[in-house]
Each structure stands twice: as structure tokens, then as C-alpha cells.
């Protein structure tokens, strides 16, 4: 992929310091995700009582929206040592093995990418999860042997951006998912003055609403713009950031007033311009973009479909007409008939994908 995108949701190398401190610790600190939130909190409460380690609990949405700030706080709420790994860090069930034998009691596991794990990793983790207890495998072949090892009781605390890919039995295991949904601006606004106030930063209340709006529903995006406009505003010898310097912040940066960053606007500006609002396959797409098809298809689509800018057909990627005025052009007539096609039609991406292999 070409440069980072100052909006993709995914966490940057060098963003794990600066994120741990904007971390909220504990459930209260922790903004929106109100559903969640209180499931948690008597899923915790109830095990308190109980004197007994939490039951597994999974967490589920897309990246930067709280899943690992989540774990943290079930470890800190449980007054629980933390162990972290992650799923790509197991590739073998040995791997798993030594993880899981060296926990002490009342341990949180979080294991992060839990989709990604191997298949015997993760046949190990079905009966570690109901059973606490593995079978450790010696030796090969007729002359193998499983030697059965107790585990104290743990918490497994899992997060996926993938739910769908995760295998029944794994799931069934988990006692509660937490499906994480994008922020309400509202929202947002909270979560940028909360970082404001660690950082030491004079925003007044239309600023946090402009940077709010640029982010796309997602803490991580928030935050991170909110580090961007503190950097403008340095360079710019301002004191107290408003809309207006926010806004001009951002502008720069290339982030619109709807989130949009320079991909997904060129993606947009080449559907009108170009295939006349389309549709066009995803590959055309992409050349004409001068981006690969996955970029365009993974880092571009998701949100603008999710906008309502961009729609999928089955004769390929349309421009919504919300696009079209979001651009600053006037809606064509045929759109809406095109429209009802994007969100009462078929995919195209299963004959598309065939196209963008060859
Ligand atoms: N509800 C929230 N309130 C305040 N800050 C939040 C909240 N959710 C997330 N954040 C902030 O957003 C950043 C990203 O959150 P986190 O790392 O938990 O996301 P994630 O869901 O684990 O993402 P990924 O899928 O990339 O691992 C954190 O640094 C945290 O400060
Ligand atoms: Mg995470």
C-alpha cells in the first residue's frame, strides 16, 4: 500500500505509546458503547460475587473502536494480571501450551486477531476454554501420547474485526460477545475532550465538533486528528483551537469535512467523471484511480459504502447520489433507479473477484 492514510481505523507502529496513554482505565472513563458497556459491567459484578475467574467474553467490531482498551479494563476491573498475545503469534499449539501453563489463577488471557490463530491452536483452546485443562502431545506417530495438564481457571478475553470468521465451536465458548459499534458524533466529542485534557490542549466546543465529524465514528481516528490539528495549531501559534482552525488543520491534511480522505474522494471523483457515476467493475475502478484493487476494494469501500456514497451492483460500483452532491456536482436523473439496484440487488463482488485474480 502507498502512504498511511491519516483515516484508515488501524493502529500505527508508532502510535502504541501515545495510545496507551489515551487509554481510558476503567469502564467509567470508557465513552458510548452504553449496551456493551453494561452487559460487561454485570457480566464482572456477577463473577466478583461469585468469587470466581469472568467467563470468556469476546469482542467483535471494527479497528480502533475499543476492543483492546476493553480487555485492559476487564483485567483492571477483575484487579487480574493481564497476559497479552495475539492470534498470528500462534501458529503452533506449542505456542498456545506454554502461554496457557505458565497463567496464574484468575489470569486474563486477551488474545487479539483470535481469528488468525492455527487450527490445532485453536482445537487446543476449545477444551482450555470449557475444561481449563490441554493435552500436551508427546512424541509422534502410533508412539504418541497426550498428557493431560490442569489449568487454573482464566478469563479469555478475545477481540476479532472478523466475528464471521471465527469457527461455531469457537464462539459457542465464549459466554459473552460485545459487538463494538461505530461513535455518534456525540460521542466522539467526548472522547476528543477527554484526550484534550491529557494532552494539555485548549479546544473550545466547535472544535471538537469539526474534528468529530471528520472521524469517521472511530476513537483511534478521532485522536488521532485531534494530535494533527494540535501540531497545526503549534506551528500556527494558537492557543485555543475552534472550528475554524480545526477545519483549516484538517484541510490540509486532506481530511474532509465528512471524513473523506484524498483515496476515497479520487475513487468518488473518478465514478462521476470518468464511467459517469458507473457502474464499473472494481478493477477498472482501481486503474483508473492508479491504486490496487484491494486497496480501493479495503481501505476505500467499507466507509463509503457505509456512507451511503459508494453502491455495489451486480454490474459493478456505482456513485450514490449523495456522492454526486457531496462533490459539488448535480445529481443525474438515472441514479436513483441505479441506487434502488445498489441496495436491493445482488453483490457483484463474487464474479468481481474472479476478474481482479487475473
Ligand atoms: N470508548 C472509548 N472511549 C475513549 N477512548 C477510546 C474508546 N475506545 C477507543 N478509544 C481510544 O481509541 C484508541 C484505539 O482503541 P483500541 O486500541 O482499544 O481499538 P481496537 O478496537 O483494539 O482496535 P484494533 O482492531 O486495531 O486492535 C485507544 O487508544 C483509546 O484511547
Ligand atoms: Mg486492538
Redesign the pocket.
Known sequence: MAEQSLVN???EPE?RV???????KNLH?????HRVRKQLALVLEASKMRGRSADHVL?S????????????IIAAEMNAPLRISSGPAIQHAGDLAAILSSLSEGEVLFL??IHRMSRPAEEMLYMAMEDFRVDIVVGKGAGATAIPLELPPFTLVG?T?RAGLLPGPLRDRFGFTGH?EF?SVA?LE??LR??AGLLDLKVNSAGFTEIAGRSRG???I??RLLRRVRDWALVHGIDQIDARSASAALDMYEVDARGLDRLDRSVLEALITKFNGGPVGLSTLAIAVGEEPETVETVAEPFLVREGLLGRTPRGRIAMASAWTHLGYAVPAGVFGQEALALFGEDENHAESVDTIG
Do not use: C, H, W
Open positions: 481505523g488501524g493502529e502510535e501515545i495510545e496507551a496513554a489515551l487509554r481510558p472513563d470508557f465513552v458510548g458503547q469482542m467490531g471494527p479497528p480502533g473502536l475499543g476492543k483492546t482498551t476493553l480487555a485492559m487479539d486477531e477481540a474485526t463494538l461513535y460521542e467526548l472522547v477527554r484526550s472511530t476513537p483511534r478521532a485522536n
